[in-house]
Each structure stands twice: as C-alpha cells, then as structure tokens.
T-cell receptor, first 112, second 114 residues
Framework: DARVTQTPRDKVTEMGQEVTMRCQPI?????VFWYRQTMMQGLELLAY????????DSGMPKDRFSAEMPDATLATLKIQPSEPRDSAVYFC??????????FGPGTRLTVL | GEDVEQSLFLSVREGDSSVINCTYT??????LYWYKQEPGAGLQLLTY?????DMKQDQRLTVLLNKKDKHLSLRIADTQTGDSAIYFC??????????????FGTGTLLAVQP
C-alpha cells in the first residue's frame, strides 16, 4: 500500500530555531506539493515541484521558507528562523501526470 | 482567479443520505475531486470526476457534476458515524498532461448524529 510519508509527525520548537520537515513521495510520482493548514487560513499551497524542478513557490514566504528536492525520493521544507505564526500542520502530497494528489499524514508544527 | 466554495457545516442522522455541495468558477476545470479529512489526519482522496462526465458512482458515493452551473455535489448514501469528517472539494485544470495544482474549497464539516 503506497503512501506518502512525512517526518517528524510533531515538532515543538522555540522562535528563531530552524525547522526541517521531510517528505517521501510515493515511488514513481513526479509531482510533489507542500501545503500548510491552519484554522484561520484553511489549506494553502506553499510550493510544488515536477520532476524535482520547482514550478511554483509563490505561496511561500521567501525570506524564511525554502523547499527543495535533493532527489526523487525526498522533499524538504525548511523554515529559518521560525516564528509563532508558522505554527500549523504542514502537508506534503504527491501525484503523477494524471489524476489526483495523495497526501501524507502531516507535520504538526508548534513554534513557541 | 479560480475560486471554489462550499457550505461550512452539514448535520445528518445516521442512516440518512448526506449531500455536500460545491461551486467553482473555473470554466476550464478538467478534473474535480472530493477529499475527506478525519481529525488529526491528512486528506484522503475519495473520488474524482472528469469534466466531460455528469455522474460517477462508487459504492455509497455518488458525484454529480453540472458543468453549466459549475456545481459539484457528493452524495453519501446510508451515512455512518464514521463518515463524520471535513470534506473538501477541489478542482484542477490540467495543461499538457501535467498534474497541475489543485484549488481547494474551504471544506464542509459533516456531523453524523447517531
């Protein structure tokens, strides 16, 4: 049963610290998406990649967020420095040239 | 820009049918989706419909698409307490076969009363 995996599942950190979230897309999927979900803003698209190349990162605060795909099996989202307003659940999703995106379980980030 | 709207809340009794509605603005949408999110979990792809279809049925789920009115609905027959969750409608416009980004609605919280 192929699934998107994300680590860590929960992260509590202090303001100013660096946070790195990792995602392993489903093997064979060529598109990876990063989302953020909060009660106030709902689901927001931060960035996405196709064949490891960034296609759109306009939803991401550029000064502190960065997203990369070092290889086809790993996508990372970094926040440096983190702020309390970054507290949210961050989801990774993957897809293939076709139908649907498949979501991971999310990383719940709390910045104190 | 593209927009997808849903009502925020729906309450039904166990055993009844639920109908969750969604409207969208992008007339060139190619695929429309329904996702389910249970508490503390990610979004689970429930079903999808291609824009040249009017209806799709999958066990207890029926998706209806009115392309003229840009209206999508999800009917859940014999609703169970396990169906309680947030349901998201989403659409995408696929160019050249590439998986494009999804535009999500705000989600509808379905509460099933025993």
């Amino acid at each position: 049963d192929a699934r998107v995996t994300q680590t860590p599942r929960d992260k509590v950190t202090e303001m100013g610290q660096e946070v790195t979230m990792r995602c392993q897309p489903i093997l064979g999927h060529n598109t990876v998406f990063w989302y953020r979900q909060t009660m106030m803003q709902g689901l927001e698209l931060l960035a996405y990649f196709r064949n490891r190349a960034p296609l759109d990162d306009s939803g991401m605060p550029k000064d502190r967020f960065s997203a990369e795909m070092p290889d086809a099996t790993l996508a990372t989202l970094k926040i440096q420095p983190s702020e309390p307003r970054d507290s949210a659940v961050y989801f990774c999703a993957s897809g293939f040239d076709g139908v649907g995106q498949y979501f991971g379980p999310g990383t719940r980030l709390t910045v104190l | 820009g593209e927009d997808v709207e849903q009502s925020l809340f729906l309450s039904v009794r166990e055993g009844d049918s639920s109908v969750i509605n969604c409207t969208y603005t992008d007339s060139s949408s190619t695929y429309l989706y329904w996702y389910k999110q249970e508490p503390g979990a990610g979004l689970q792809l429930l079903t999808y419909i291609f824009s040249n279809m009017d209806m799709k049925q999958d066990q207890r789920l029926t998706v209806l698409l009115n392309k003229k009115d840009k209206h999508l609905s999800l009917r859940i027959a014999d609703t169970q307490t396990g169906d309680s969750a947030i349901y998201f409608c989403a659409e995408t416009n696929i160019h050249g076969g590439a998986t494009n980004k999804l535009i999500f609605g705000t989600g509808t919280l379905l509460a099933v009363q025993p």
